[in-house]
């Protein structure tokens, strides 16, 4: 049996739905670079600038992170601080939200 994917009839809301799951994937790959780097600082009581971090995550070209791709991140971030056992400290929340509107 041969499955058929639904595909839109109009190429702009193909494109559009492309460009939202690129979005959305790069968010990924940024939100996930930068938490696992503030978890490994923190367990190695390691002291860091949350700006230099955030900057070199943003501009690593791996994550592929453009501004239009900053809303969607922070909403994954808004997501994981909410969490209780993620173990955010409040300074790294106000900091993340902070550096995301200034380059927004």
């Not at 994917?5 to 109009?10: D, F, I, Q, T």
């Not at 070199?56 to 994981?80: G, I, P, R, S, V």
């Amino acid at each position: 049996m041969k499955i058929q994917l639904e595909v839109p009839p109009e190429k702009a809301d193909n494109i559009c739905m492309m460009n939202e799951i690129d979005h959305t994937n790069n968010a990924m790959d940024f939100v996930t670079s930068v938490s696992e780097m503030i978890a490994a600082y923190n367990e190695r009581m390691i002291s860091y600038d949350m700006d230099e971090l955030l900057d070199k995550e943003y501009a690593n070209e791996y994550n592929n992170m453009q501004k239009e791709t900053l809303e969607y991140a922070l909403d994954m971030f808004e997501e994981d601080f909410s969490d209780p056992d993620a173990g955010w400290l409040q300074w790294e929340c106000e900091a993340i939200r902070s550096w995301i509107s200034s380059k927004a």
